[in-house]
């Protein structure tokens, strides 16, 4: 790149020399890797493609043989960065280049300053199809490449968004990411977005990104089952934190409050925010019905309360929970070692009918699990002898079983979750998450693309396994009593 006080002049052969001249030399590098030499042992391949992108990157840091110019102005400043470049090259990667230089060697592009900002960057990637990029030039970099439609770097920068999700920025990034991926309208980075804020919504709700979040992305995240927190009334907390910071129109307020789920929330609790949450008592008539649901699902029997209610919506429905009252921690170390089991209790569940009322869950791991079908039998060939079973033919399996029964669990069924932590950019956040069929005892999908052999698994951290067990009581409508 080089900056000119005025144009210079440039080469009048159509694509320049020096580009004919190196793309000549692409050409039969890549005829010479392509050629036939099965048949002979003493051929080899000579790969002189290193030298050859280093040669196309002093080719634009120069300006040797340029044959046309690109002046990048902002809104906000006339001063114009000035790129000396090639015709060719630039068409090989991008058809908006093909058509602007088409008939002109010197073009003048306008562009926000966020983009022009990294305008050399996306320049060189076109001369040597490669780029380092950092989280906060995600966006302007992808916005280049469709703008000029370079597909490779869009698809590229899109990858780079959905793995990087979990890195650590001081302000955030997944929000405004999630956000991006509505406005352009890319389905799948749209919901790699969502499901990373559904899983990690503690740290969003404690992160400076929190109060970003737009109406529509909140109330698809308060409308999802899935949500990750500790508790509902945390989630109440930060939706109040947001009200307040936002200030909303009245319809949208109690939308979203009628979004929280109160019969989750203590009765001691829920007295404790009648009296002091601003909010609340600015809205109260729009929620009132909601809370004095909540009041009598937790002054009745579940049993009795679903004769008269139907408890099979989402408001009678916990989310993942971190409390311990749901659950509980498993770190196992060395996995791929042997069996290993534990036990753990849980609140029957979240009526304070059922808050003295503990259920006991045992839960076994193994790493090698073997199918019936691939188990060791013994051989007719030779007496006593056993076909030996591989490692590799067997999975993990999580079982996880009540260690009683109880009348108390009529009307109620267990659904099951494993959180997986991993570690990226030195936090520990949920990337896995696998559920368990409400009739079964184990998720058959578990840790099935895990390899617990290896201490760099993604799965593990410092060769430790980490999950966290989360038990999801779920009341069911009984015959209803005539009113």
Not at 171 to 177: D, F, K, L, S, T
Not at 358 to 376: A, D, G, K
Not at 391 to 405: F, H, K, N, Q, Y
Not at 413 to 435: A, D, I, M, P
Request: with cysteine; proline share 5%; hydrophobic share 40%.
């Amino acid at each position: 790149m080089a900056r000119l006080a005025g144009p210079r002049p440039v080469a009048t052969c159509r694509w320049g020399s020096v580009t004919t001249a190196f793309l000549l030399l692409l050409l039969t590098v890549q005829a010479a890797q392509k050629g036939d030499v099965s048949g002979d042992t003493t051929a080899a391949t000579i790969n002189h493609s290193l030298t050859l992108l280093q040669r196309l990157q002093e080719l634009l840091q120069n300006g040797n043989g340029s044959d046309s110019v690109l002046r990048v102005r902002t809104a906000a400043s006339e001063e114009a960065k000035v790129f000396h470049t090639h015709q060719l090259l630039l068409s090989l990667q991008s058809e908006v280049f093909e058509s602007l230089l088409h008939n002109q060697s010197i073009v003048t592009l306008y562009e926000p300053p966020e983009t022009a900002a990294l305008f050399d960057k996306f320049i060189r990637y076109l001369y040597c199809g490669g780029v380092s990029i950092l989280l906060h030039q995600a966006i302007p970099l992808h916005q280049l490449a469709s703008k000029y439609r370079v597909w490779g770097l869009q698809r590229g920068v899109a990858d780079y968004m959905k793995t990087h999700l979990a890195s650590e920025s001081s302000q955030g990034h997944v929000v405004g990411w999630y956000h991006y991926a509505v406005r352009i309208g890319d389905a799948a980075l749209q919901e790699s977005c969502l499901q990373f804020l559904a899983w990690n919504l503690s740290a969003v709700l404690s992160s400076a990104e929190w109060g970003s979040v737009s109406v529509e992305l909140l109330l698809l995240l308060l409308e999802r089952s899935d949500l990750v927190l500790h508790s509902e009334l945390e989630l109440y907390t930060a939706v109040e934190s947001w009200l307040g910071r936002r200030q909303p129109e009245g319809p949208v307020a109690e939308r979203v409050l009628r979004a929280i789920r109160y019969p989750m929330i203590a009765p001691s609790q829920l007295f404790r925010l009648q009296a002091q949450s601003a909010v609340l008592v600015r809205h109260y008539s729009a929620v009132q019905d909601l809370l004095f649901q909540a009041f009598q699902f937790h002054a009745a029997s579940p049993l009795h309360f679903a004769k008269y209610f139907d408890v099979n919506c989402s408001m009678f429905l916990p989310r993942n929970y971190l409390a311990p009252n749901w659950g509980s921690q498993w770190v196992i170390n060395n996995p791929a070692r042997d069996d290993r089991s534990t036990s753990f209790q849980t609140q029957l569940g979240p009526s304070s009918h059922d808050a003295g009322k503990r259920v006991t869950w045992n839960v076994l791991f193994s790493p090698r699990w073997l199918p019936i079908s691939l188990r060791p039998v013994y051989s007719d060939s030779v007496s006593g002898a056993v076909q030996p079973a591989r490692i590799e033919d067997g999975r993990p399996r999580l079982v996880i079983t009540p260690a009683m029964s109880s009348p108390d669990f009529a009307g109620v069924s267990f659904q099951k979750t494993v959180l997986v932590g991993v570690r990226q950019q030195g936090r520990v956040l949920v990337k896995h998450v696998y559920g368990f069929h409400q009739s079964s005892d184990e998720a058959t999908d578990f840790l099935a693309q895990a390899d617990l052999q290896k201490r760099t698994s993604e799965y593990l951290i410092d060769n430790s396994l980490h999950l966290h067990i989360i038990i999801k009581p779920i009341y069911h409508s009984l015959i209803k009593v005539k009113k």
